[in-house]
């Protein structure tokens, strides 16, 4: 079945410092894959998308990009701020099929950001 | 800015004793979902609400679990006998339509001791 696999934390950097969080995935066909972010005391919220191969997703200074030939979507920042401290999660949906729009979900990735 | 709410952010519960969650989803929303996640791991799908039913659930989801949407704003969670491994973090999520994106709860950290 589909799966996501993500970088193992917690990931404690300097703010402007550099950030990857590297997410990999398997999946039947060629679904959408997705960053969520939950900051403290709040719901998961989308942070970026992209739905094809080579596609770029992208907001709030984040990017990721679909890489379909090593089945990655790694999310990267030039330059951390502290309030990006959050937990990161990279999702897919499935490809197709009669499923009704679940997500499967990496484990999550806790970014600590110090001024 | 629309969004969705879920209550309590923090029950403790005996083993055993039947707990409700509760959410209540973006009103115009049509998809319903039950995720949880136990510390340390992966966010797991629970089970999708449709139509007034369910459309698709895990193999966690077993007989102690059920959902049910009573009054057309709320959409809840029920675990009947509660075990210590039922202790994780559970959202709730809602979208409009597949392919829409899916907006989440702040979870409830539910604690079985």
């Known amino acids: 079945g589909d799966s996501v696999t993500q970088m193992e934390g917690p990931v404690t950097l300097s703010e402007e410092a550099f950030l990857t969080i590297n997410c990999t995935y398997t999946a039947t066909g060629y679904p959408s894959l997705f960053w969520y972010v939950q900051y403290p005391g709040e719901g998961l919220q989308l942070l970026l998308k992209a739905t094809k191969a080579d596609d770029k997703g992208s907001n709030k200074g984040f990017e990721a990009t679909y890489r379909k030939e090593t089945t990655s979507f790694h999310l990267e920042k030039g330059s951390v701020q502290v309030s990006d401290s959050a937990v990161y999660f990279c999702?897919?949906?499935?490809?197709?099929?009669?499923?009704?729009?679940?997500?499967?979900f990496g484990q999550g990735t806790i970014l600590t950001v110090h001024p | 800015e629309p969004e969705v709410t879920q209550t309590p952010s923090h029950q403790v519960t005996q083993m055993g004793q039947e707990v409700i969650l509760r959410c209540v989803p973006i009103s115009n929303h049509l998809y319903f979902y039950w995720y949880r996640q136990i510390l340390g791991q992966k966010v797991e799908f629970l089970v999708s609400?449709?139509?007034?039913?369910?459309?698709?659930k895990s193999e966690i989801f077993d007989d102690q679990f059920s959902v049910e949407r009573p009054d057309g704003s709320n959409f809840t969670l029920k675990i009947r006998s509660t075990k210590l491994e039922d202790s994780a973090m559970y959202f709730c999520a809602s979208k409009r339509a597949i392919g829409t994106e899916a907006f989440f709860g702040q979870g409830t950290r539910l604690t079985v001791v």
């Open positions: 609400f449709y139509n007034n039913e369910i459309s698709e």
């Open positions: 999702a897919l949906p499935p490809a197709g099929g009669t499923s009704y729009g679940k997500l499967t």
